[in-house]
């Protein structure tokens, strides 16, 4: 698959982007991720824990906004949407080890996952609104996994926050040094899910994220719907992706 390394090993599967310039989720990535996810229940007895990794230094710089602009935004972004719907029914419990800058669509991908064990050189945000937009899952999400409080200020200032200061609110589950990032994943799924029946870990997943798919499944198409049919009429929505393309400061209008 372009861009998505889909590795096996004992009980786990691993998916690995592994993408030029820092993972960039764009649309083929999406697909890639999709294909993946879509093909998990096939071989569903044998997986108890599925990873979402990154090759390379970075996690994600987050979603590509060369394919963010207007025009192609309400192709690409009911796509995204469609895989954290899928990632959030996968068959099997998730983890995402992160390392280095996971951001914007990054950063949604991994507060889909169940749990997040980063490393402490991690930056995590949702630096949407500085190109003069906001994001959708991370809108949902963020609130339901590290309060209300805490999301609405990586939301609306848009700045990221290292790896630590998220666990303290408890959305990542482990801080470790980045050499041990792997080793930790093999622990945690050692000592949380091996010894379990991966028929039972599949229910008790998807049983654990019934309160948060409630709210996805009915906030989620609002939120789009905020994105595409309102913010994208604005000014300022084509202004902030082509002032970052462009590599200057953006010029609101405020409209």
Not at 15 to 37: E, F, K, S
Not at 100 to 119: H, K, N, P, Q, W
Request: charged content about 20%; proline content about 7%; aromatic content about 4%.
């Amino acid at each position: 698959m372009p861009d998505l390394d889909v590795r096996q090993a004992p009980g786990r599967l691993r998916l690995i982007l592994n993408a030029p310039h820092g993972n960039a989720i764009t649309d083929a990535m999406v697909g890639a991720l999709r294909a993946a996810l879509d093909a998990v229940p096939a071989i569903t007895p044998a997986v108890k824990l599925v990873t979402l990794e990154s090759a390379g230094q970075d996690f994600s710089f987050g979603s590509s906004l060369h394919e963010h602009v207007p025009s192609r935004m309400p192709d690409v972004l009911p796509r995204f949407h469609a895989l954290i719907s899928v990632l959030l029914r996968a068959p099997a419990p998730t983890l995402a080890l992160v390392s280095g800058r996971c951001l914007g669509g990054g950063f949604e991908l991994a507060l889909a996952c169940d749990a997040i064990i980063a490393s402490d050189e991690a930056v995590l945000g949702l630096p949407e609104i500085s190109v003069g937009a906001f994001a959708p899952v991370g809108s949902i999400l963020l609130p339901l996994k590290a309060g209300a409080s805490c999301a609405a200020s990586a939301l609306l200032s848009g700045a990221a926050r290292t790896a630590g200061d998220w666990h303290r609110t408890g959305l990542i589950e482990q801080v470790v040094p980045r050499a041990d990032l792997s080793a930790a994943a093999e622990r945690w799924y050692g000592d949380h899910l091996a010894r379990h029946s991966a028929a039972a870990l599949r229910r008790a997943a998807l049983a654990s994220r019934l309160v948060v798919l409630r709210a996805v499944d009915a906030v989620l198409p609002q939120a789009e719907r905020l994105y595409l049919n309102d913010l994208l009429t604005t000014s300022d929505a084509a202004e902030g992706v082509a002032a970052f393309l462009e590599k200057r400061p953006p010029k609101w209008t405020d409209a």
